[in-house]
């Protein structure tokens, strides 16, 4: 809130703050800053819902939305109004959005971050590419994004997103739910209706990173969810039929497969009775990925409902009064693998056995992966077609593109 309200002699602009179902002194301390900041509390919790709610109590021509742990950049407002103003095909800008660690970050998770942006990060050192200080680009992050709001009643305003946050541990409180595309599925709403989306280097944040996002259980955490999520949006968002989502799936059983196999290379070549990994393999994180996205998708496909039930409180929220009647809607299945242990388990693992007793004895060969990939004779085959056709594709890839 304070660097925001720096930067008033900027531009003209309102400050709602929403709070989104919190039970803390949230309220208390933004109606402080009265009557420069607007507080509005929303009661369904829910990510979607929150912007919805924000939009609705605004009234500029440019929404600019701000994560609640972003410090803004001197000159950013005066800058969105001036590339709004040139750019009228322009209908969302993506903000840098740097890194301020609390304290310095273990090259373990710095490789995670290269390997997987856990950190919400949008900057040249993330995002290949970008290029230049002002560019066209396919997307933006969620941290700082700024819409027009012509662009954003188009598009519909934001698909569902997620529902709670990884620091909920409450009674009647949801552990964090990924469910939809969020950020940057308006990104592509918003292009779908005929705008553009630009990177502008001195539209900035500081993104602030505790030392949380330091540790095993939150990359865990981070990357598991993303991978149910994705199951999900193919569903709710790109409405993938039935063949596509056969091929789909096939095509994660063998991406699965390729990353267990280079993981457990990495795991066995590590000295004998070494001192236990402080941190994370990347290579885990694309092991986790697929897995999630596999196991999700297996427990859509015995629900046929129950995405359709995700989005709709992804959309709308859940309110304190409604969570046992949404708890009561949601399959037991479903509830039990976005509650697994492995999503909390902080053990790092320093061995193919480490690996064995904490991700793969989970029970998950049984159910998601097809029976000629369960046992190792499969597996080997399916990795070693694999290598087969992106060796033969990448022979071919140039010849096309000549």
Same mark, same amino acid.
């Given at each position: 809130?304070?660097?925001?309200?720096?930067?008033?002699? &900027?531009?003209?602009?309102?400050?709602?703050?929403?709070?989104?179902?919190?039970?803390?002194?949230?309220?208390?301390?933004?109606?402080?800053?009265?009557?420069?900041?607007?507080?509005?509390?929303?009661?369904?919790?829910?990510?979607?819902?929150?912007?919805?709610?924000?939009?609705?109590?605004?009234?500029?021509?440019?929404?600019? #939305?701000?994560?609640?742990? %972003? @410090?803004?950049?001197?000159?950013?407002?005066?800058?969105?109004?001036? %590339? /709004?103003?040139?750019?009228?095909?322009?209908?969302?800008?993506?903000?840098?959005?740097?890194?301020?660690?609390?304290?310095?970050?273990?090259?373990?998770?710095?490789?995670?971050?290269?390997?997987?942006?856990?950190?919400?990060?949008?900057?040249?050192?993330?995002?290949?590419?970008?290029?230049?200080? /002002?560019?066209?680009?396919?997307?933006?992050?969620?941290?700082?994004?700024?819409?027009?709001?012509?662009?954003?009643?188009?598009?519909?305003?934001?698909?569902?997103?997620?529902?709670? %946050?990884?620091?909920?541990?409450?009674?009647?409180?949801?552990?964090?739910?990924?469910?939809?595309?969020?950020?940057?599925?308006?990104?592509?709403? %918003? *292009?779908?209706?005929?705008?553009?989306?630009?990177?502008?280097?001195?539209?900035?944040?500081? !993104?602030?990173?505790?030392?949380?996002? /330091?540790?095993?259980?939150?990359?865990?955490?981070?990357?598991?969810?993303?991978?149910?999520? @994705?199951?999900?949006?193919?569903?709710?968002?790109?409405?993938?039929?039935?063949?596509?989502?056969? /091929?789909?799936?096939? *095509?994660?059983?063998?991406?699965?497969?390729?990353?267990?196999?280079?993981?457990?290379? *990495?795991?066995?070549?590590?000295?004998?009775?070494?001192?236990?990994?402080?941190?994370?393999?990347?290579?885990?994180? !694309?092991? #986790?990925?697929?897995?999630?996205?596999?196991?999700?998708?297996?427990?859509?496909?015995?629900?046929?409902?129950?995405?359709?039930?995700?989005?709709?409180?992804?959309? &709308?929220?859940?309110?304190?009064?409604?969570?046992?009647?949404?708890?009561?809607?949601?399959?037991?299945?479903?509830?039990? @693998?976005?509650?697994?242990?492995?999503?909390?388990?902080?053990?790092?693992?320093?061995?193919?056995?480490?690996?064995? *007793?904490?991700?793969?004895?989970?029970?998950?060969?049984?159910? !998601?992966?097809?029976?000629?990939?369960?046992?190792?004779?499969?597996?080997?085959?399916?990795?070693? @077609?694999?290598?087969?056709?992106?060796?033969?594709?990448?022979?071919?890839?140039?010849?096309?593109?000549?």
């Amino acid at each position: 809130m304070e660097s925001v309200l720096l930067l008033k002699d &900027e531009a003209d602009f309102e400050f709602v703050i929403v709070d989104n179902n919190s039970t803390d002194s949230t309220k208390q301390v933004v109606e402080s800053y009265a009557p420069v900041a607007k507080y509005v509390f929303e009661g369904n919790t829910s990510f979607t819902m929150a912007r919805k709610t924000g939009a609705d109590h605004s009234t500029g021509d440019v929404l600019l #939305y701000l994560d609640d742990d %972003v @410090l803004v950049r001197r000159g950013s407002l005066r800058r969105i109004v001036e %590339v /709004f103003s040139s750019y009228p095909d322009c209908g969302v800008i993506a903000g840098r959005i740097d890194p301020q660690y609390m304290e310095p970050p273990p090259q373990w998770a710095l490789d995670c971050q290269k390997a997987f942006n856990g950190w919400s990060l949008f900057n040249p050192e993330t995002i290949a590419d970008l290029q230049s200080d /002002f560019q066209v680009v396919p997307s933006a992050a969620g941290p700082m994004m700024a819409i027009r709001r012509t662009a954003y009643d188009l598009a519909g305003g934001f698909p569902p997103d997620t529902i709670g %946050v990884e620091t909920n541990r409450g009674e009647r409180s949801f552990s964090k739910l990924y469910i939809g595309p969020g950020d940057y599925g308006l990104c592509l709403k %918003v *292009r779908e209706v005929g705008f553009k989306i630009y990177y502008a280097r001195d539209i900035a944040v500081f !993104h602030v990173i505790p030392p949380v996002r /330091f540790t095993v259980g939150f990359w865990r955490s981070r990357v598991i969810g993303e991978g149910y999520h @994705l199951a999900i949006t193919q569903r709710g968002f790109f409405r993938v039929g039935w063949l596509r989502a056969y /091929f789909a799936r096939l *095509r994660w059983q063998l991406i699965f497969l390729r990353s267990e196999q280079k993981l457990l290379g *990495r795991l066995a070549g590590a000295k004998a009775g070494g001192a236990e990994r402080a941190g994370m393999l990347p290579e885990e994180l !694309h092991v #986790y990925y697929s897995r999630a996205y596999l196991a999700m998708d297996y427990v859509l496909r015995r629900y046929p409902d129950l995405w359709q039930f995700l989005w709709q409180i992804g959309a &709308e929220g859940v309110s304190s009064g409604n969570y046992d009647r949404v708890m009561q809607r949601l399959p037991q299945e479903y509830k039990e @693998l976005v509650a697994n242990d492995l999503v909390y388990d902080t053990t790092p693992l320093d061995s193919p056995a480490a690996y064995r *007793r904490v991700v793969a004895e989970r029970g998950f060969y049984r159910k !998601h992966l097809n029976v000629f990939l369960r046992n190792d004779l499969g597996r080997r085959i399916a990795v070693s @077609l694999l290598e087969m056709l992106r060796a033969l594709r990448g022979k071919l890839k140039p010849q096309a593109e000549h």
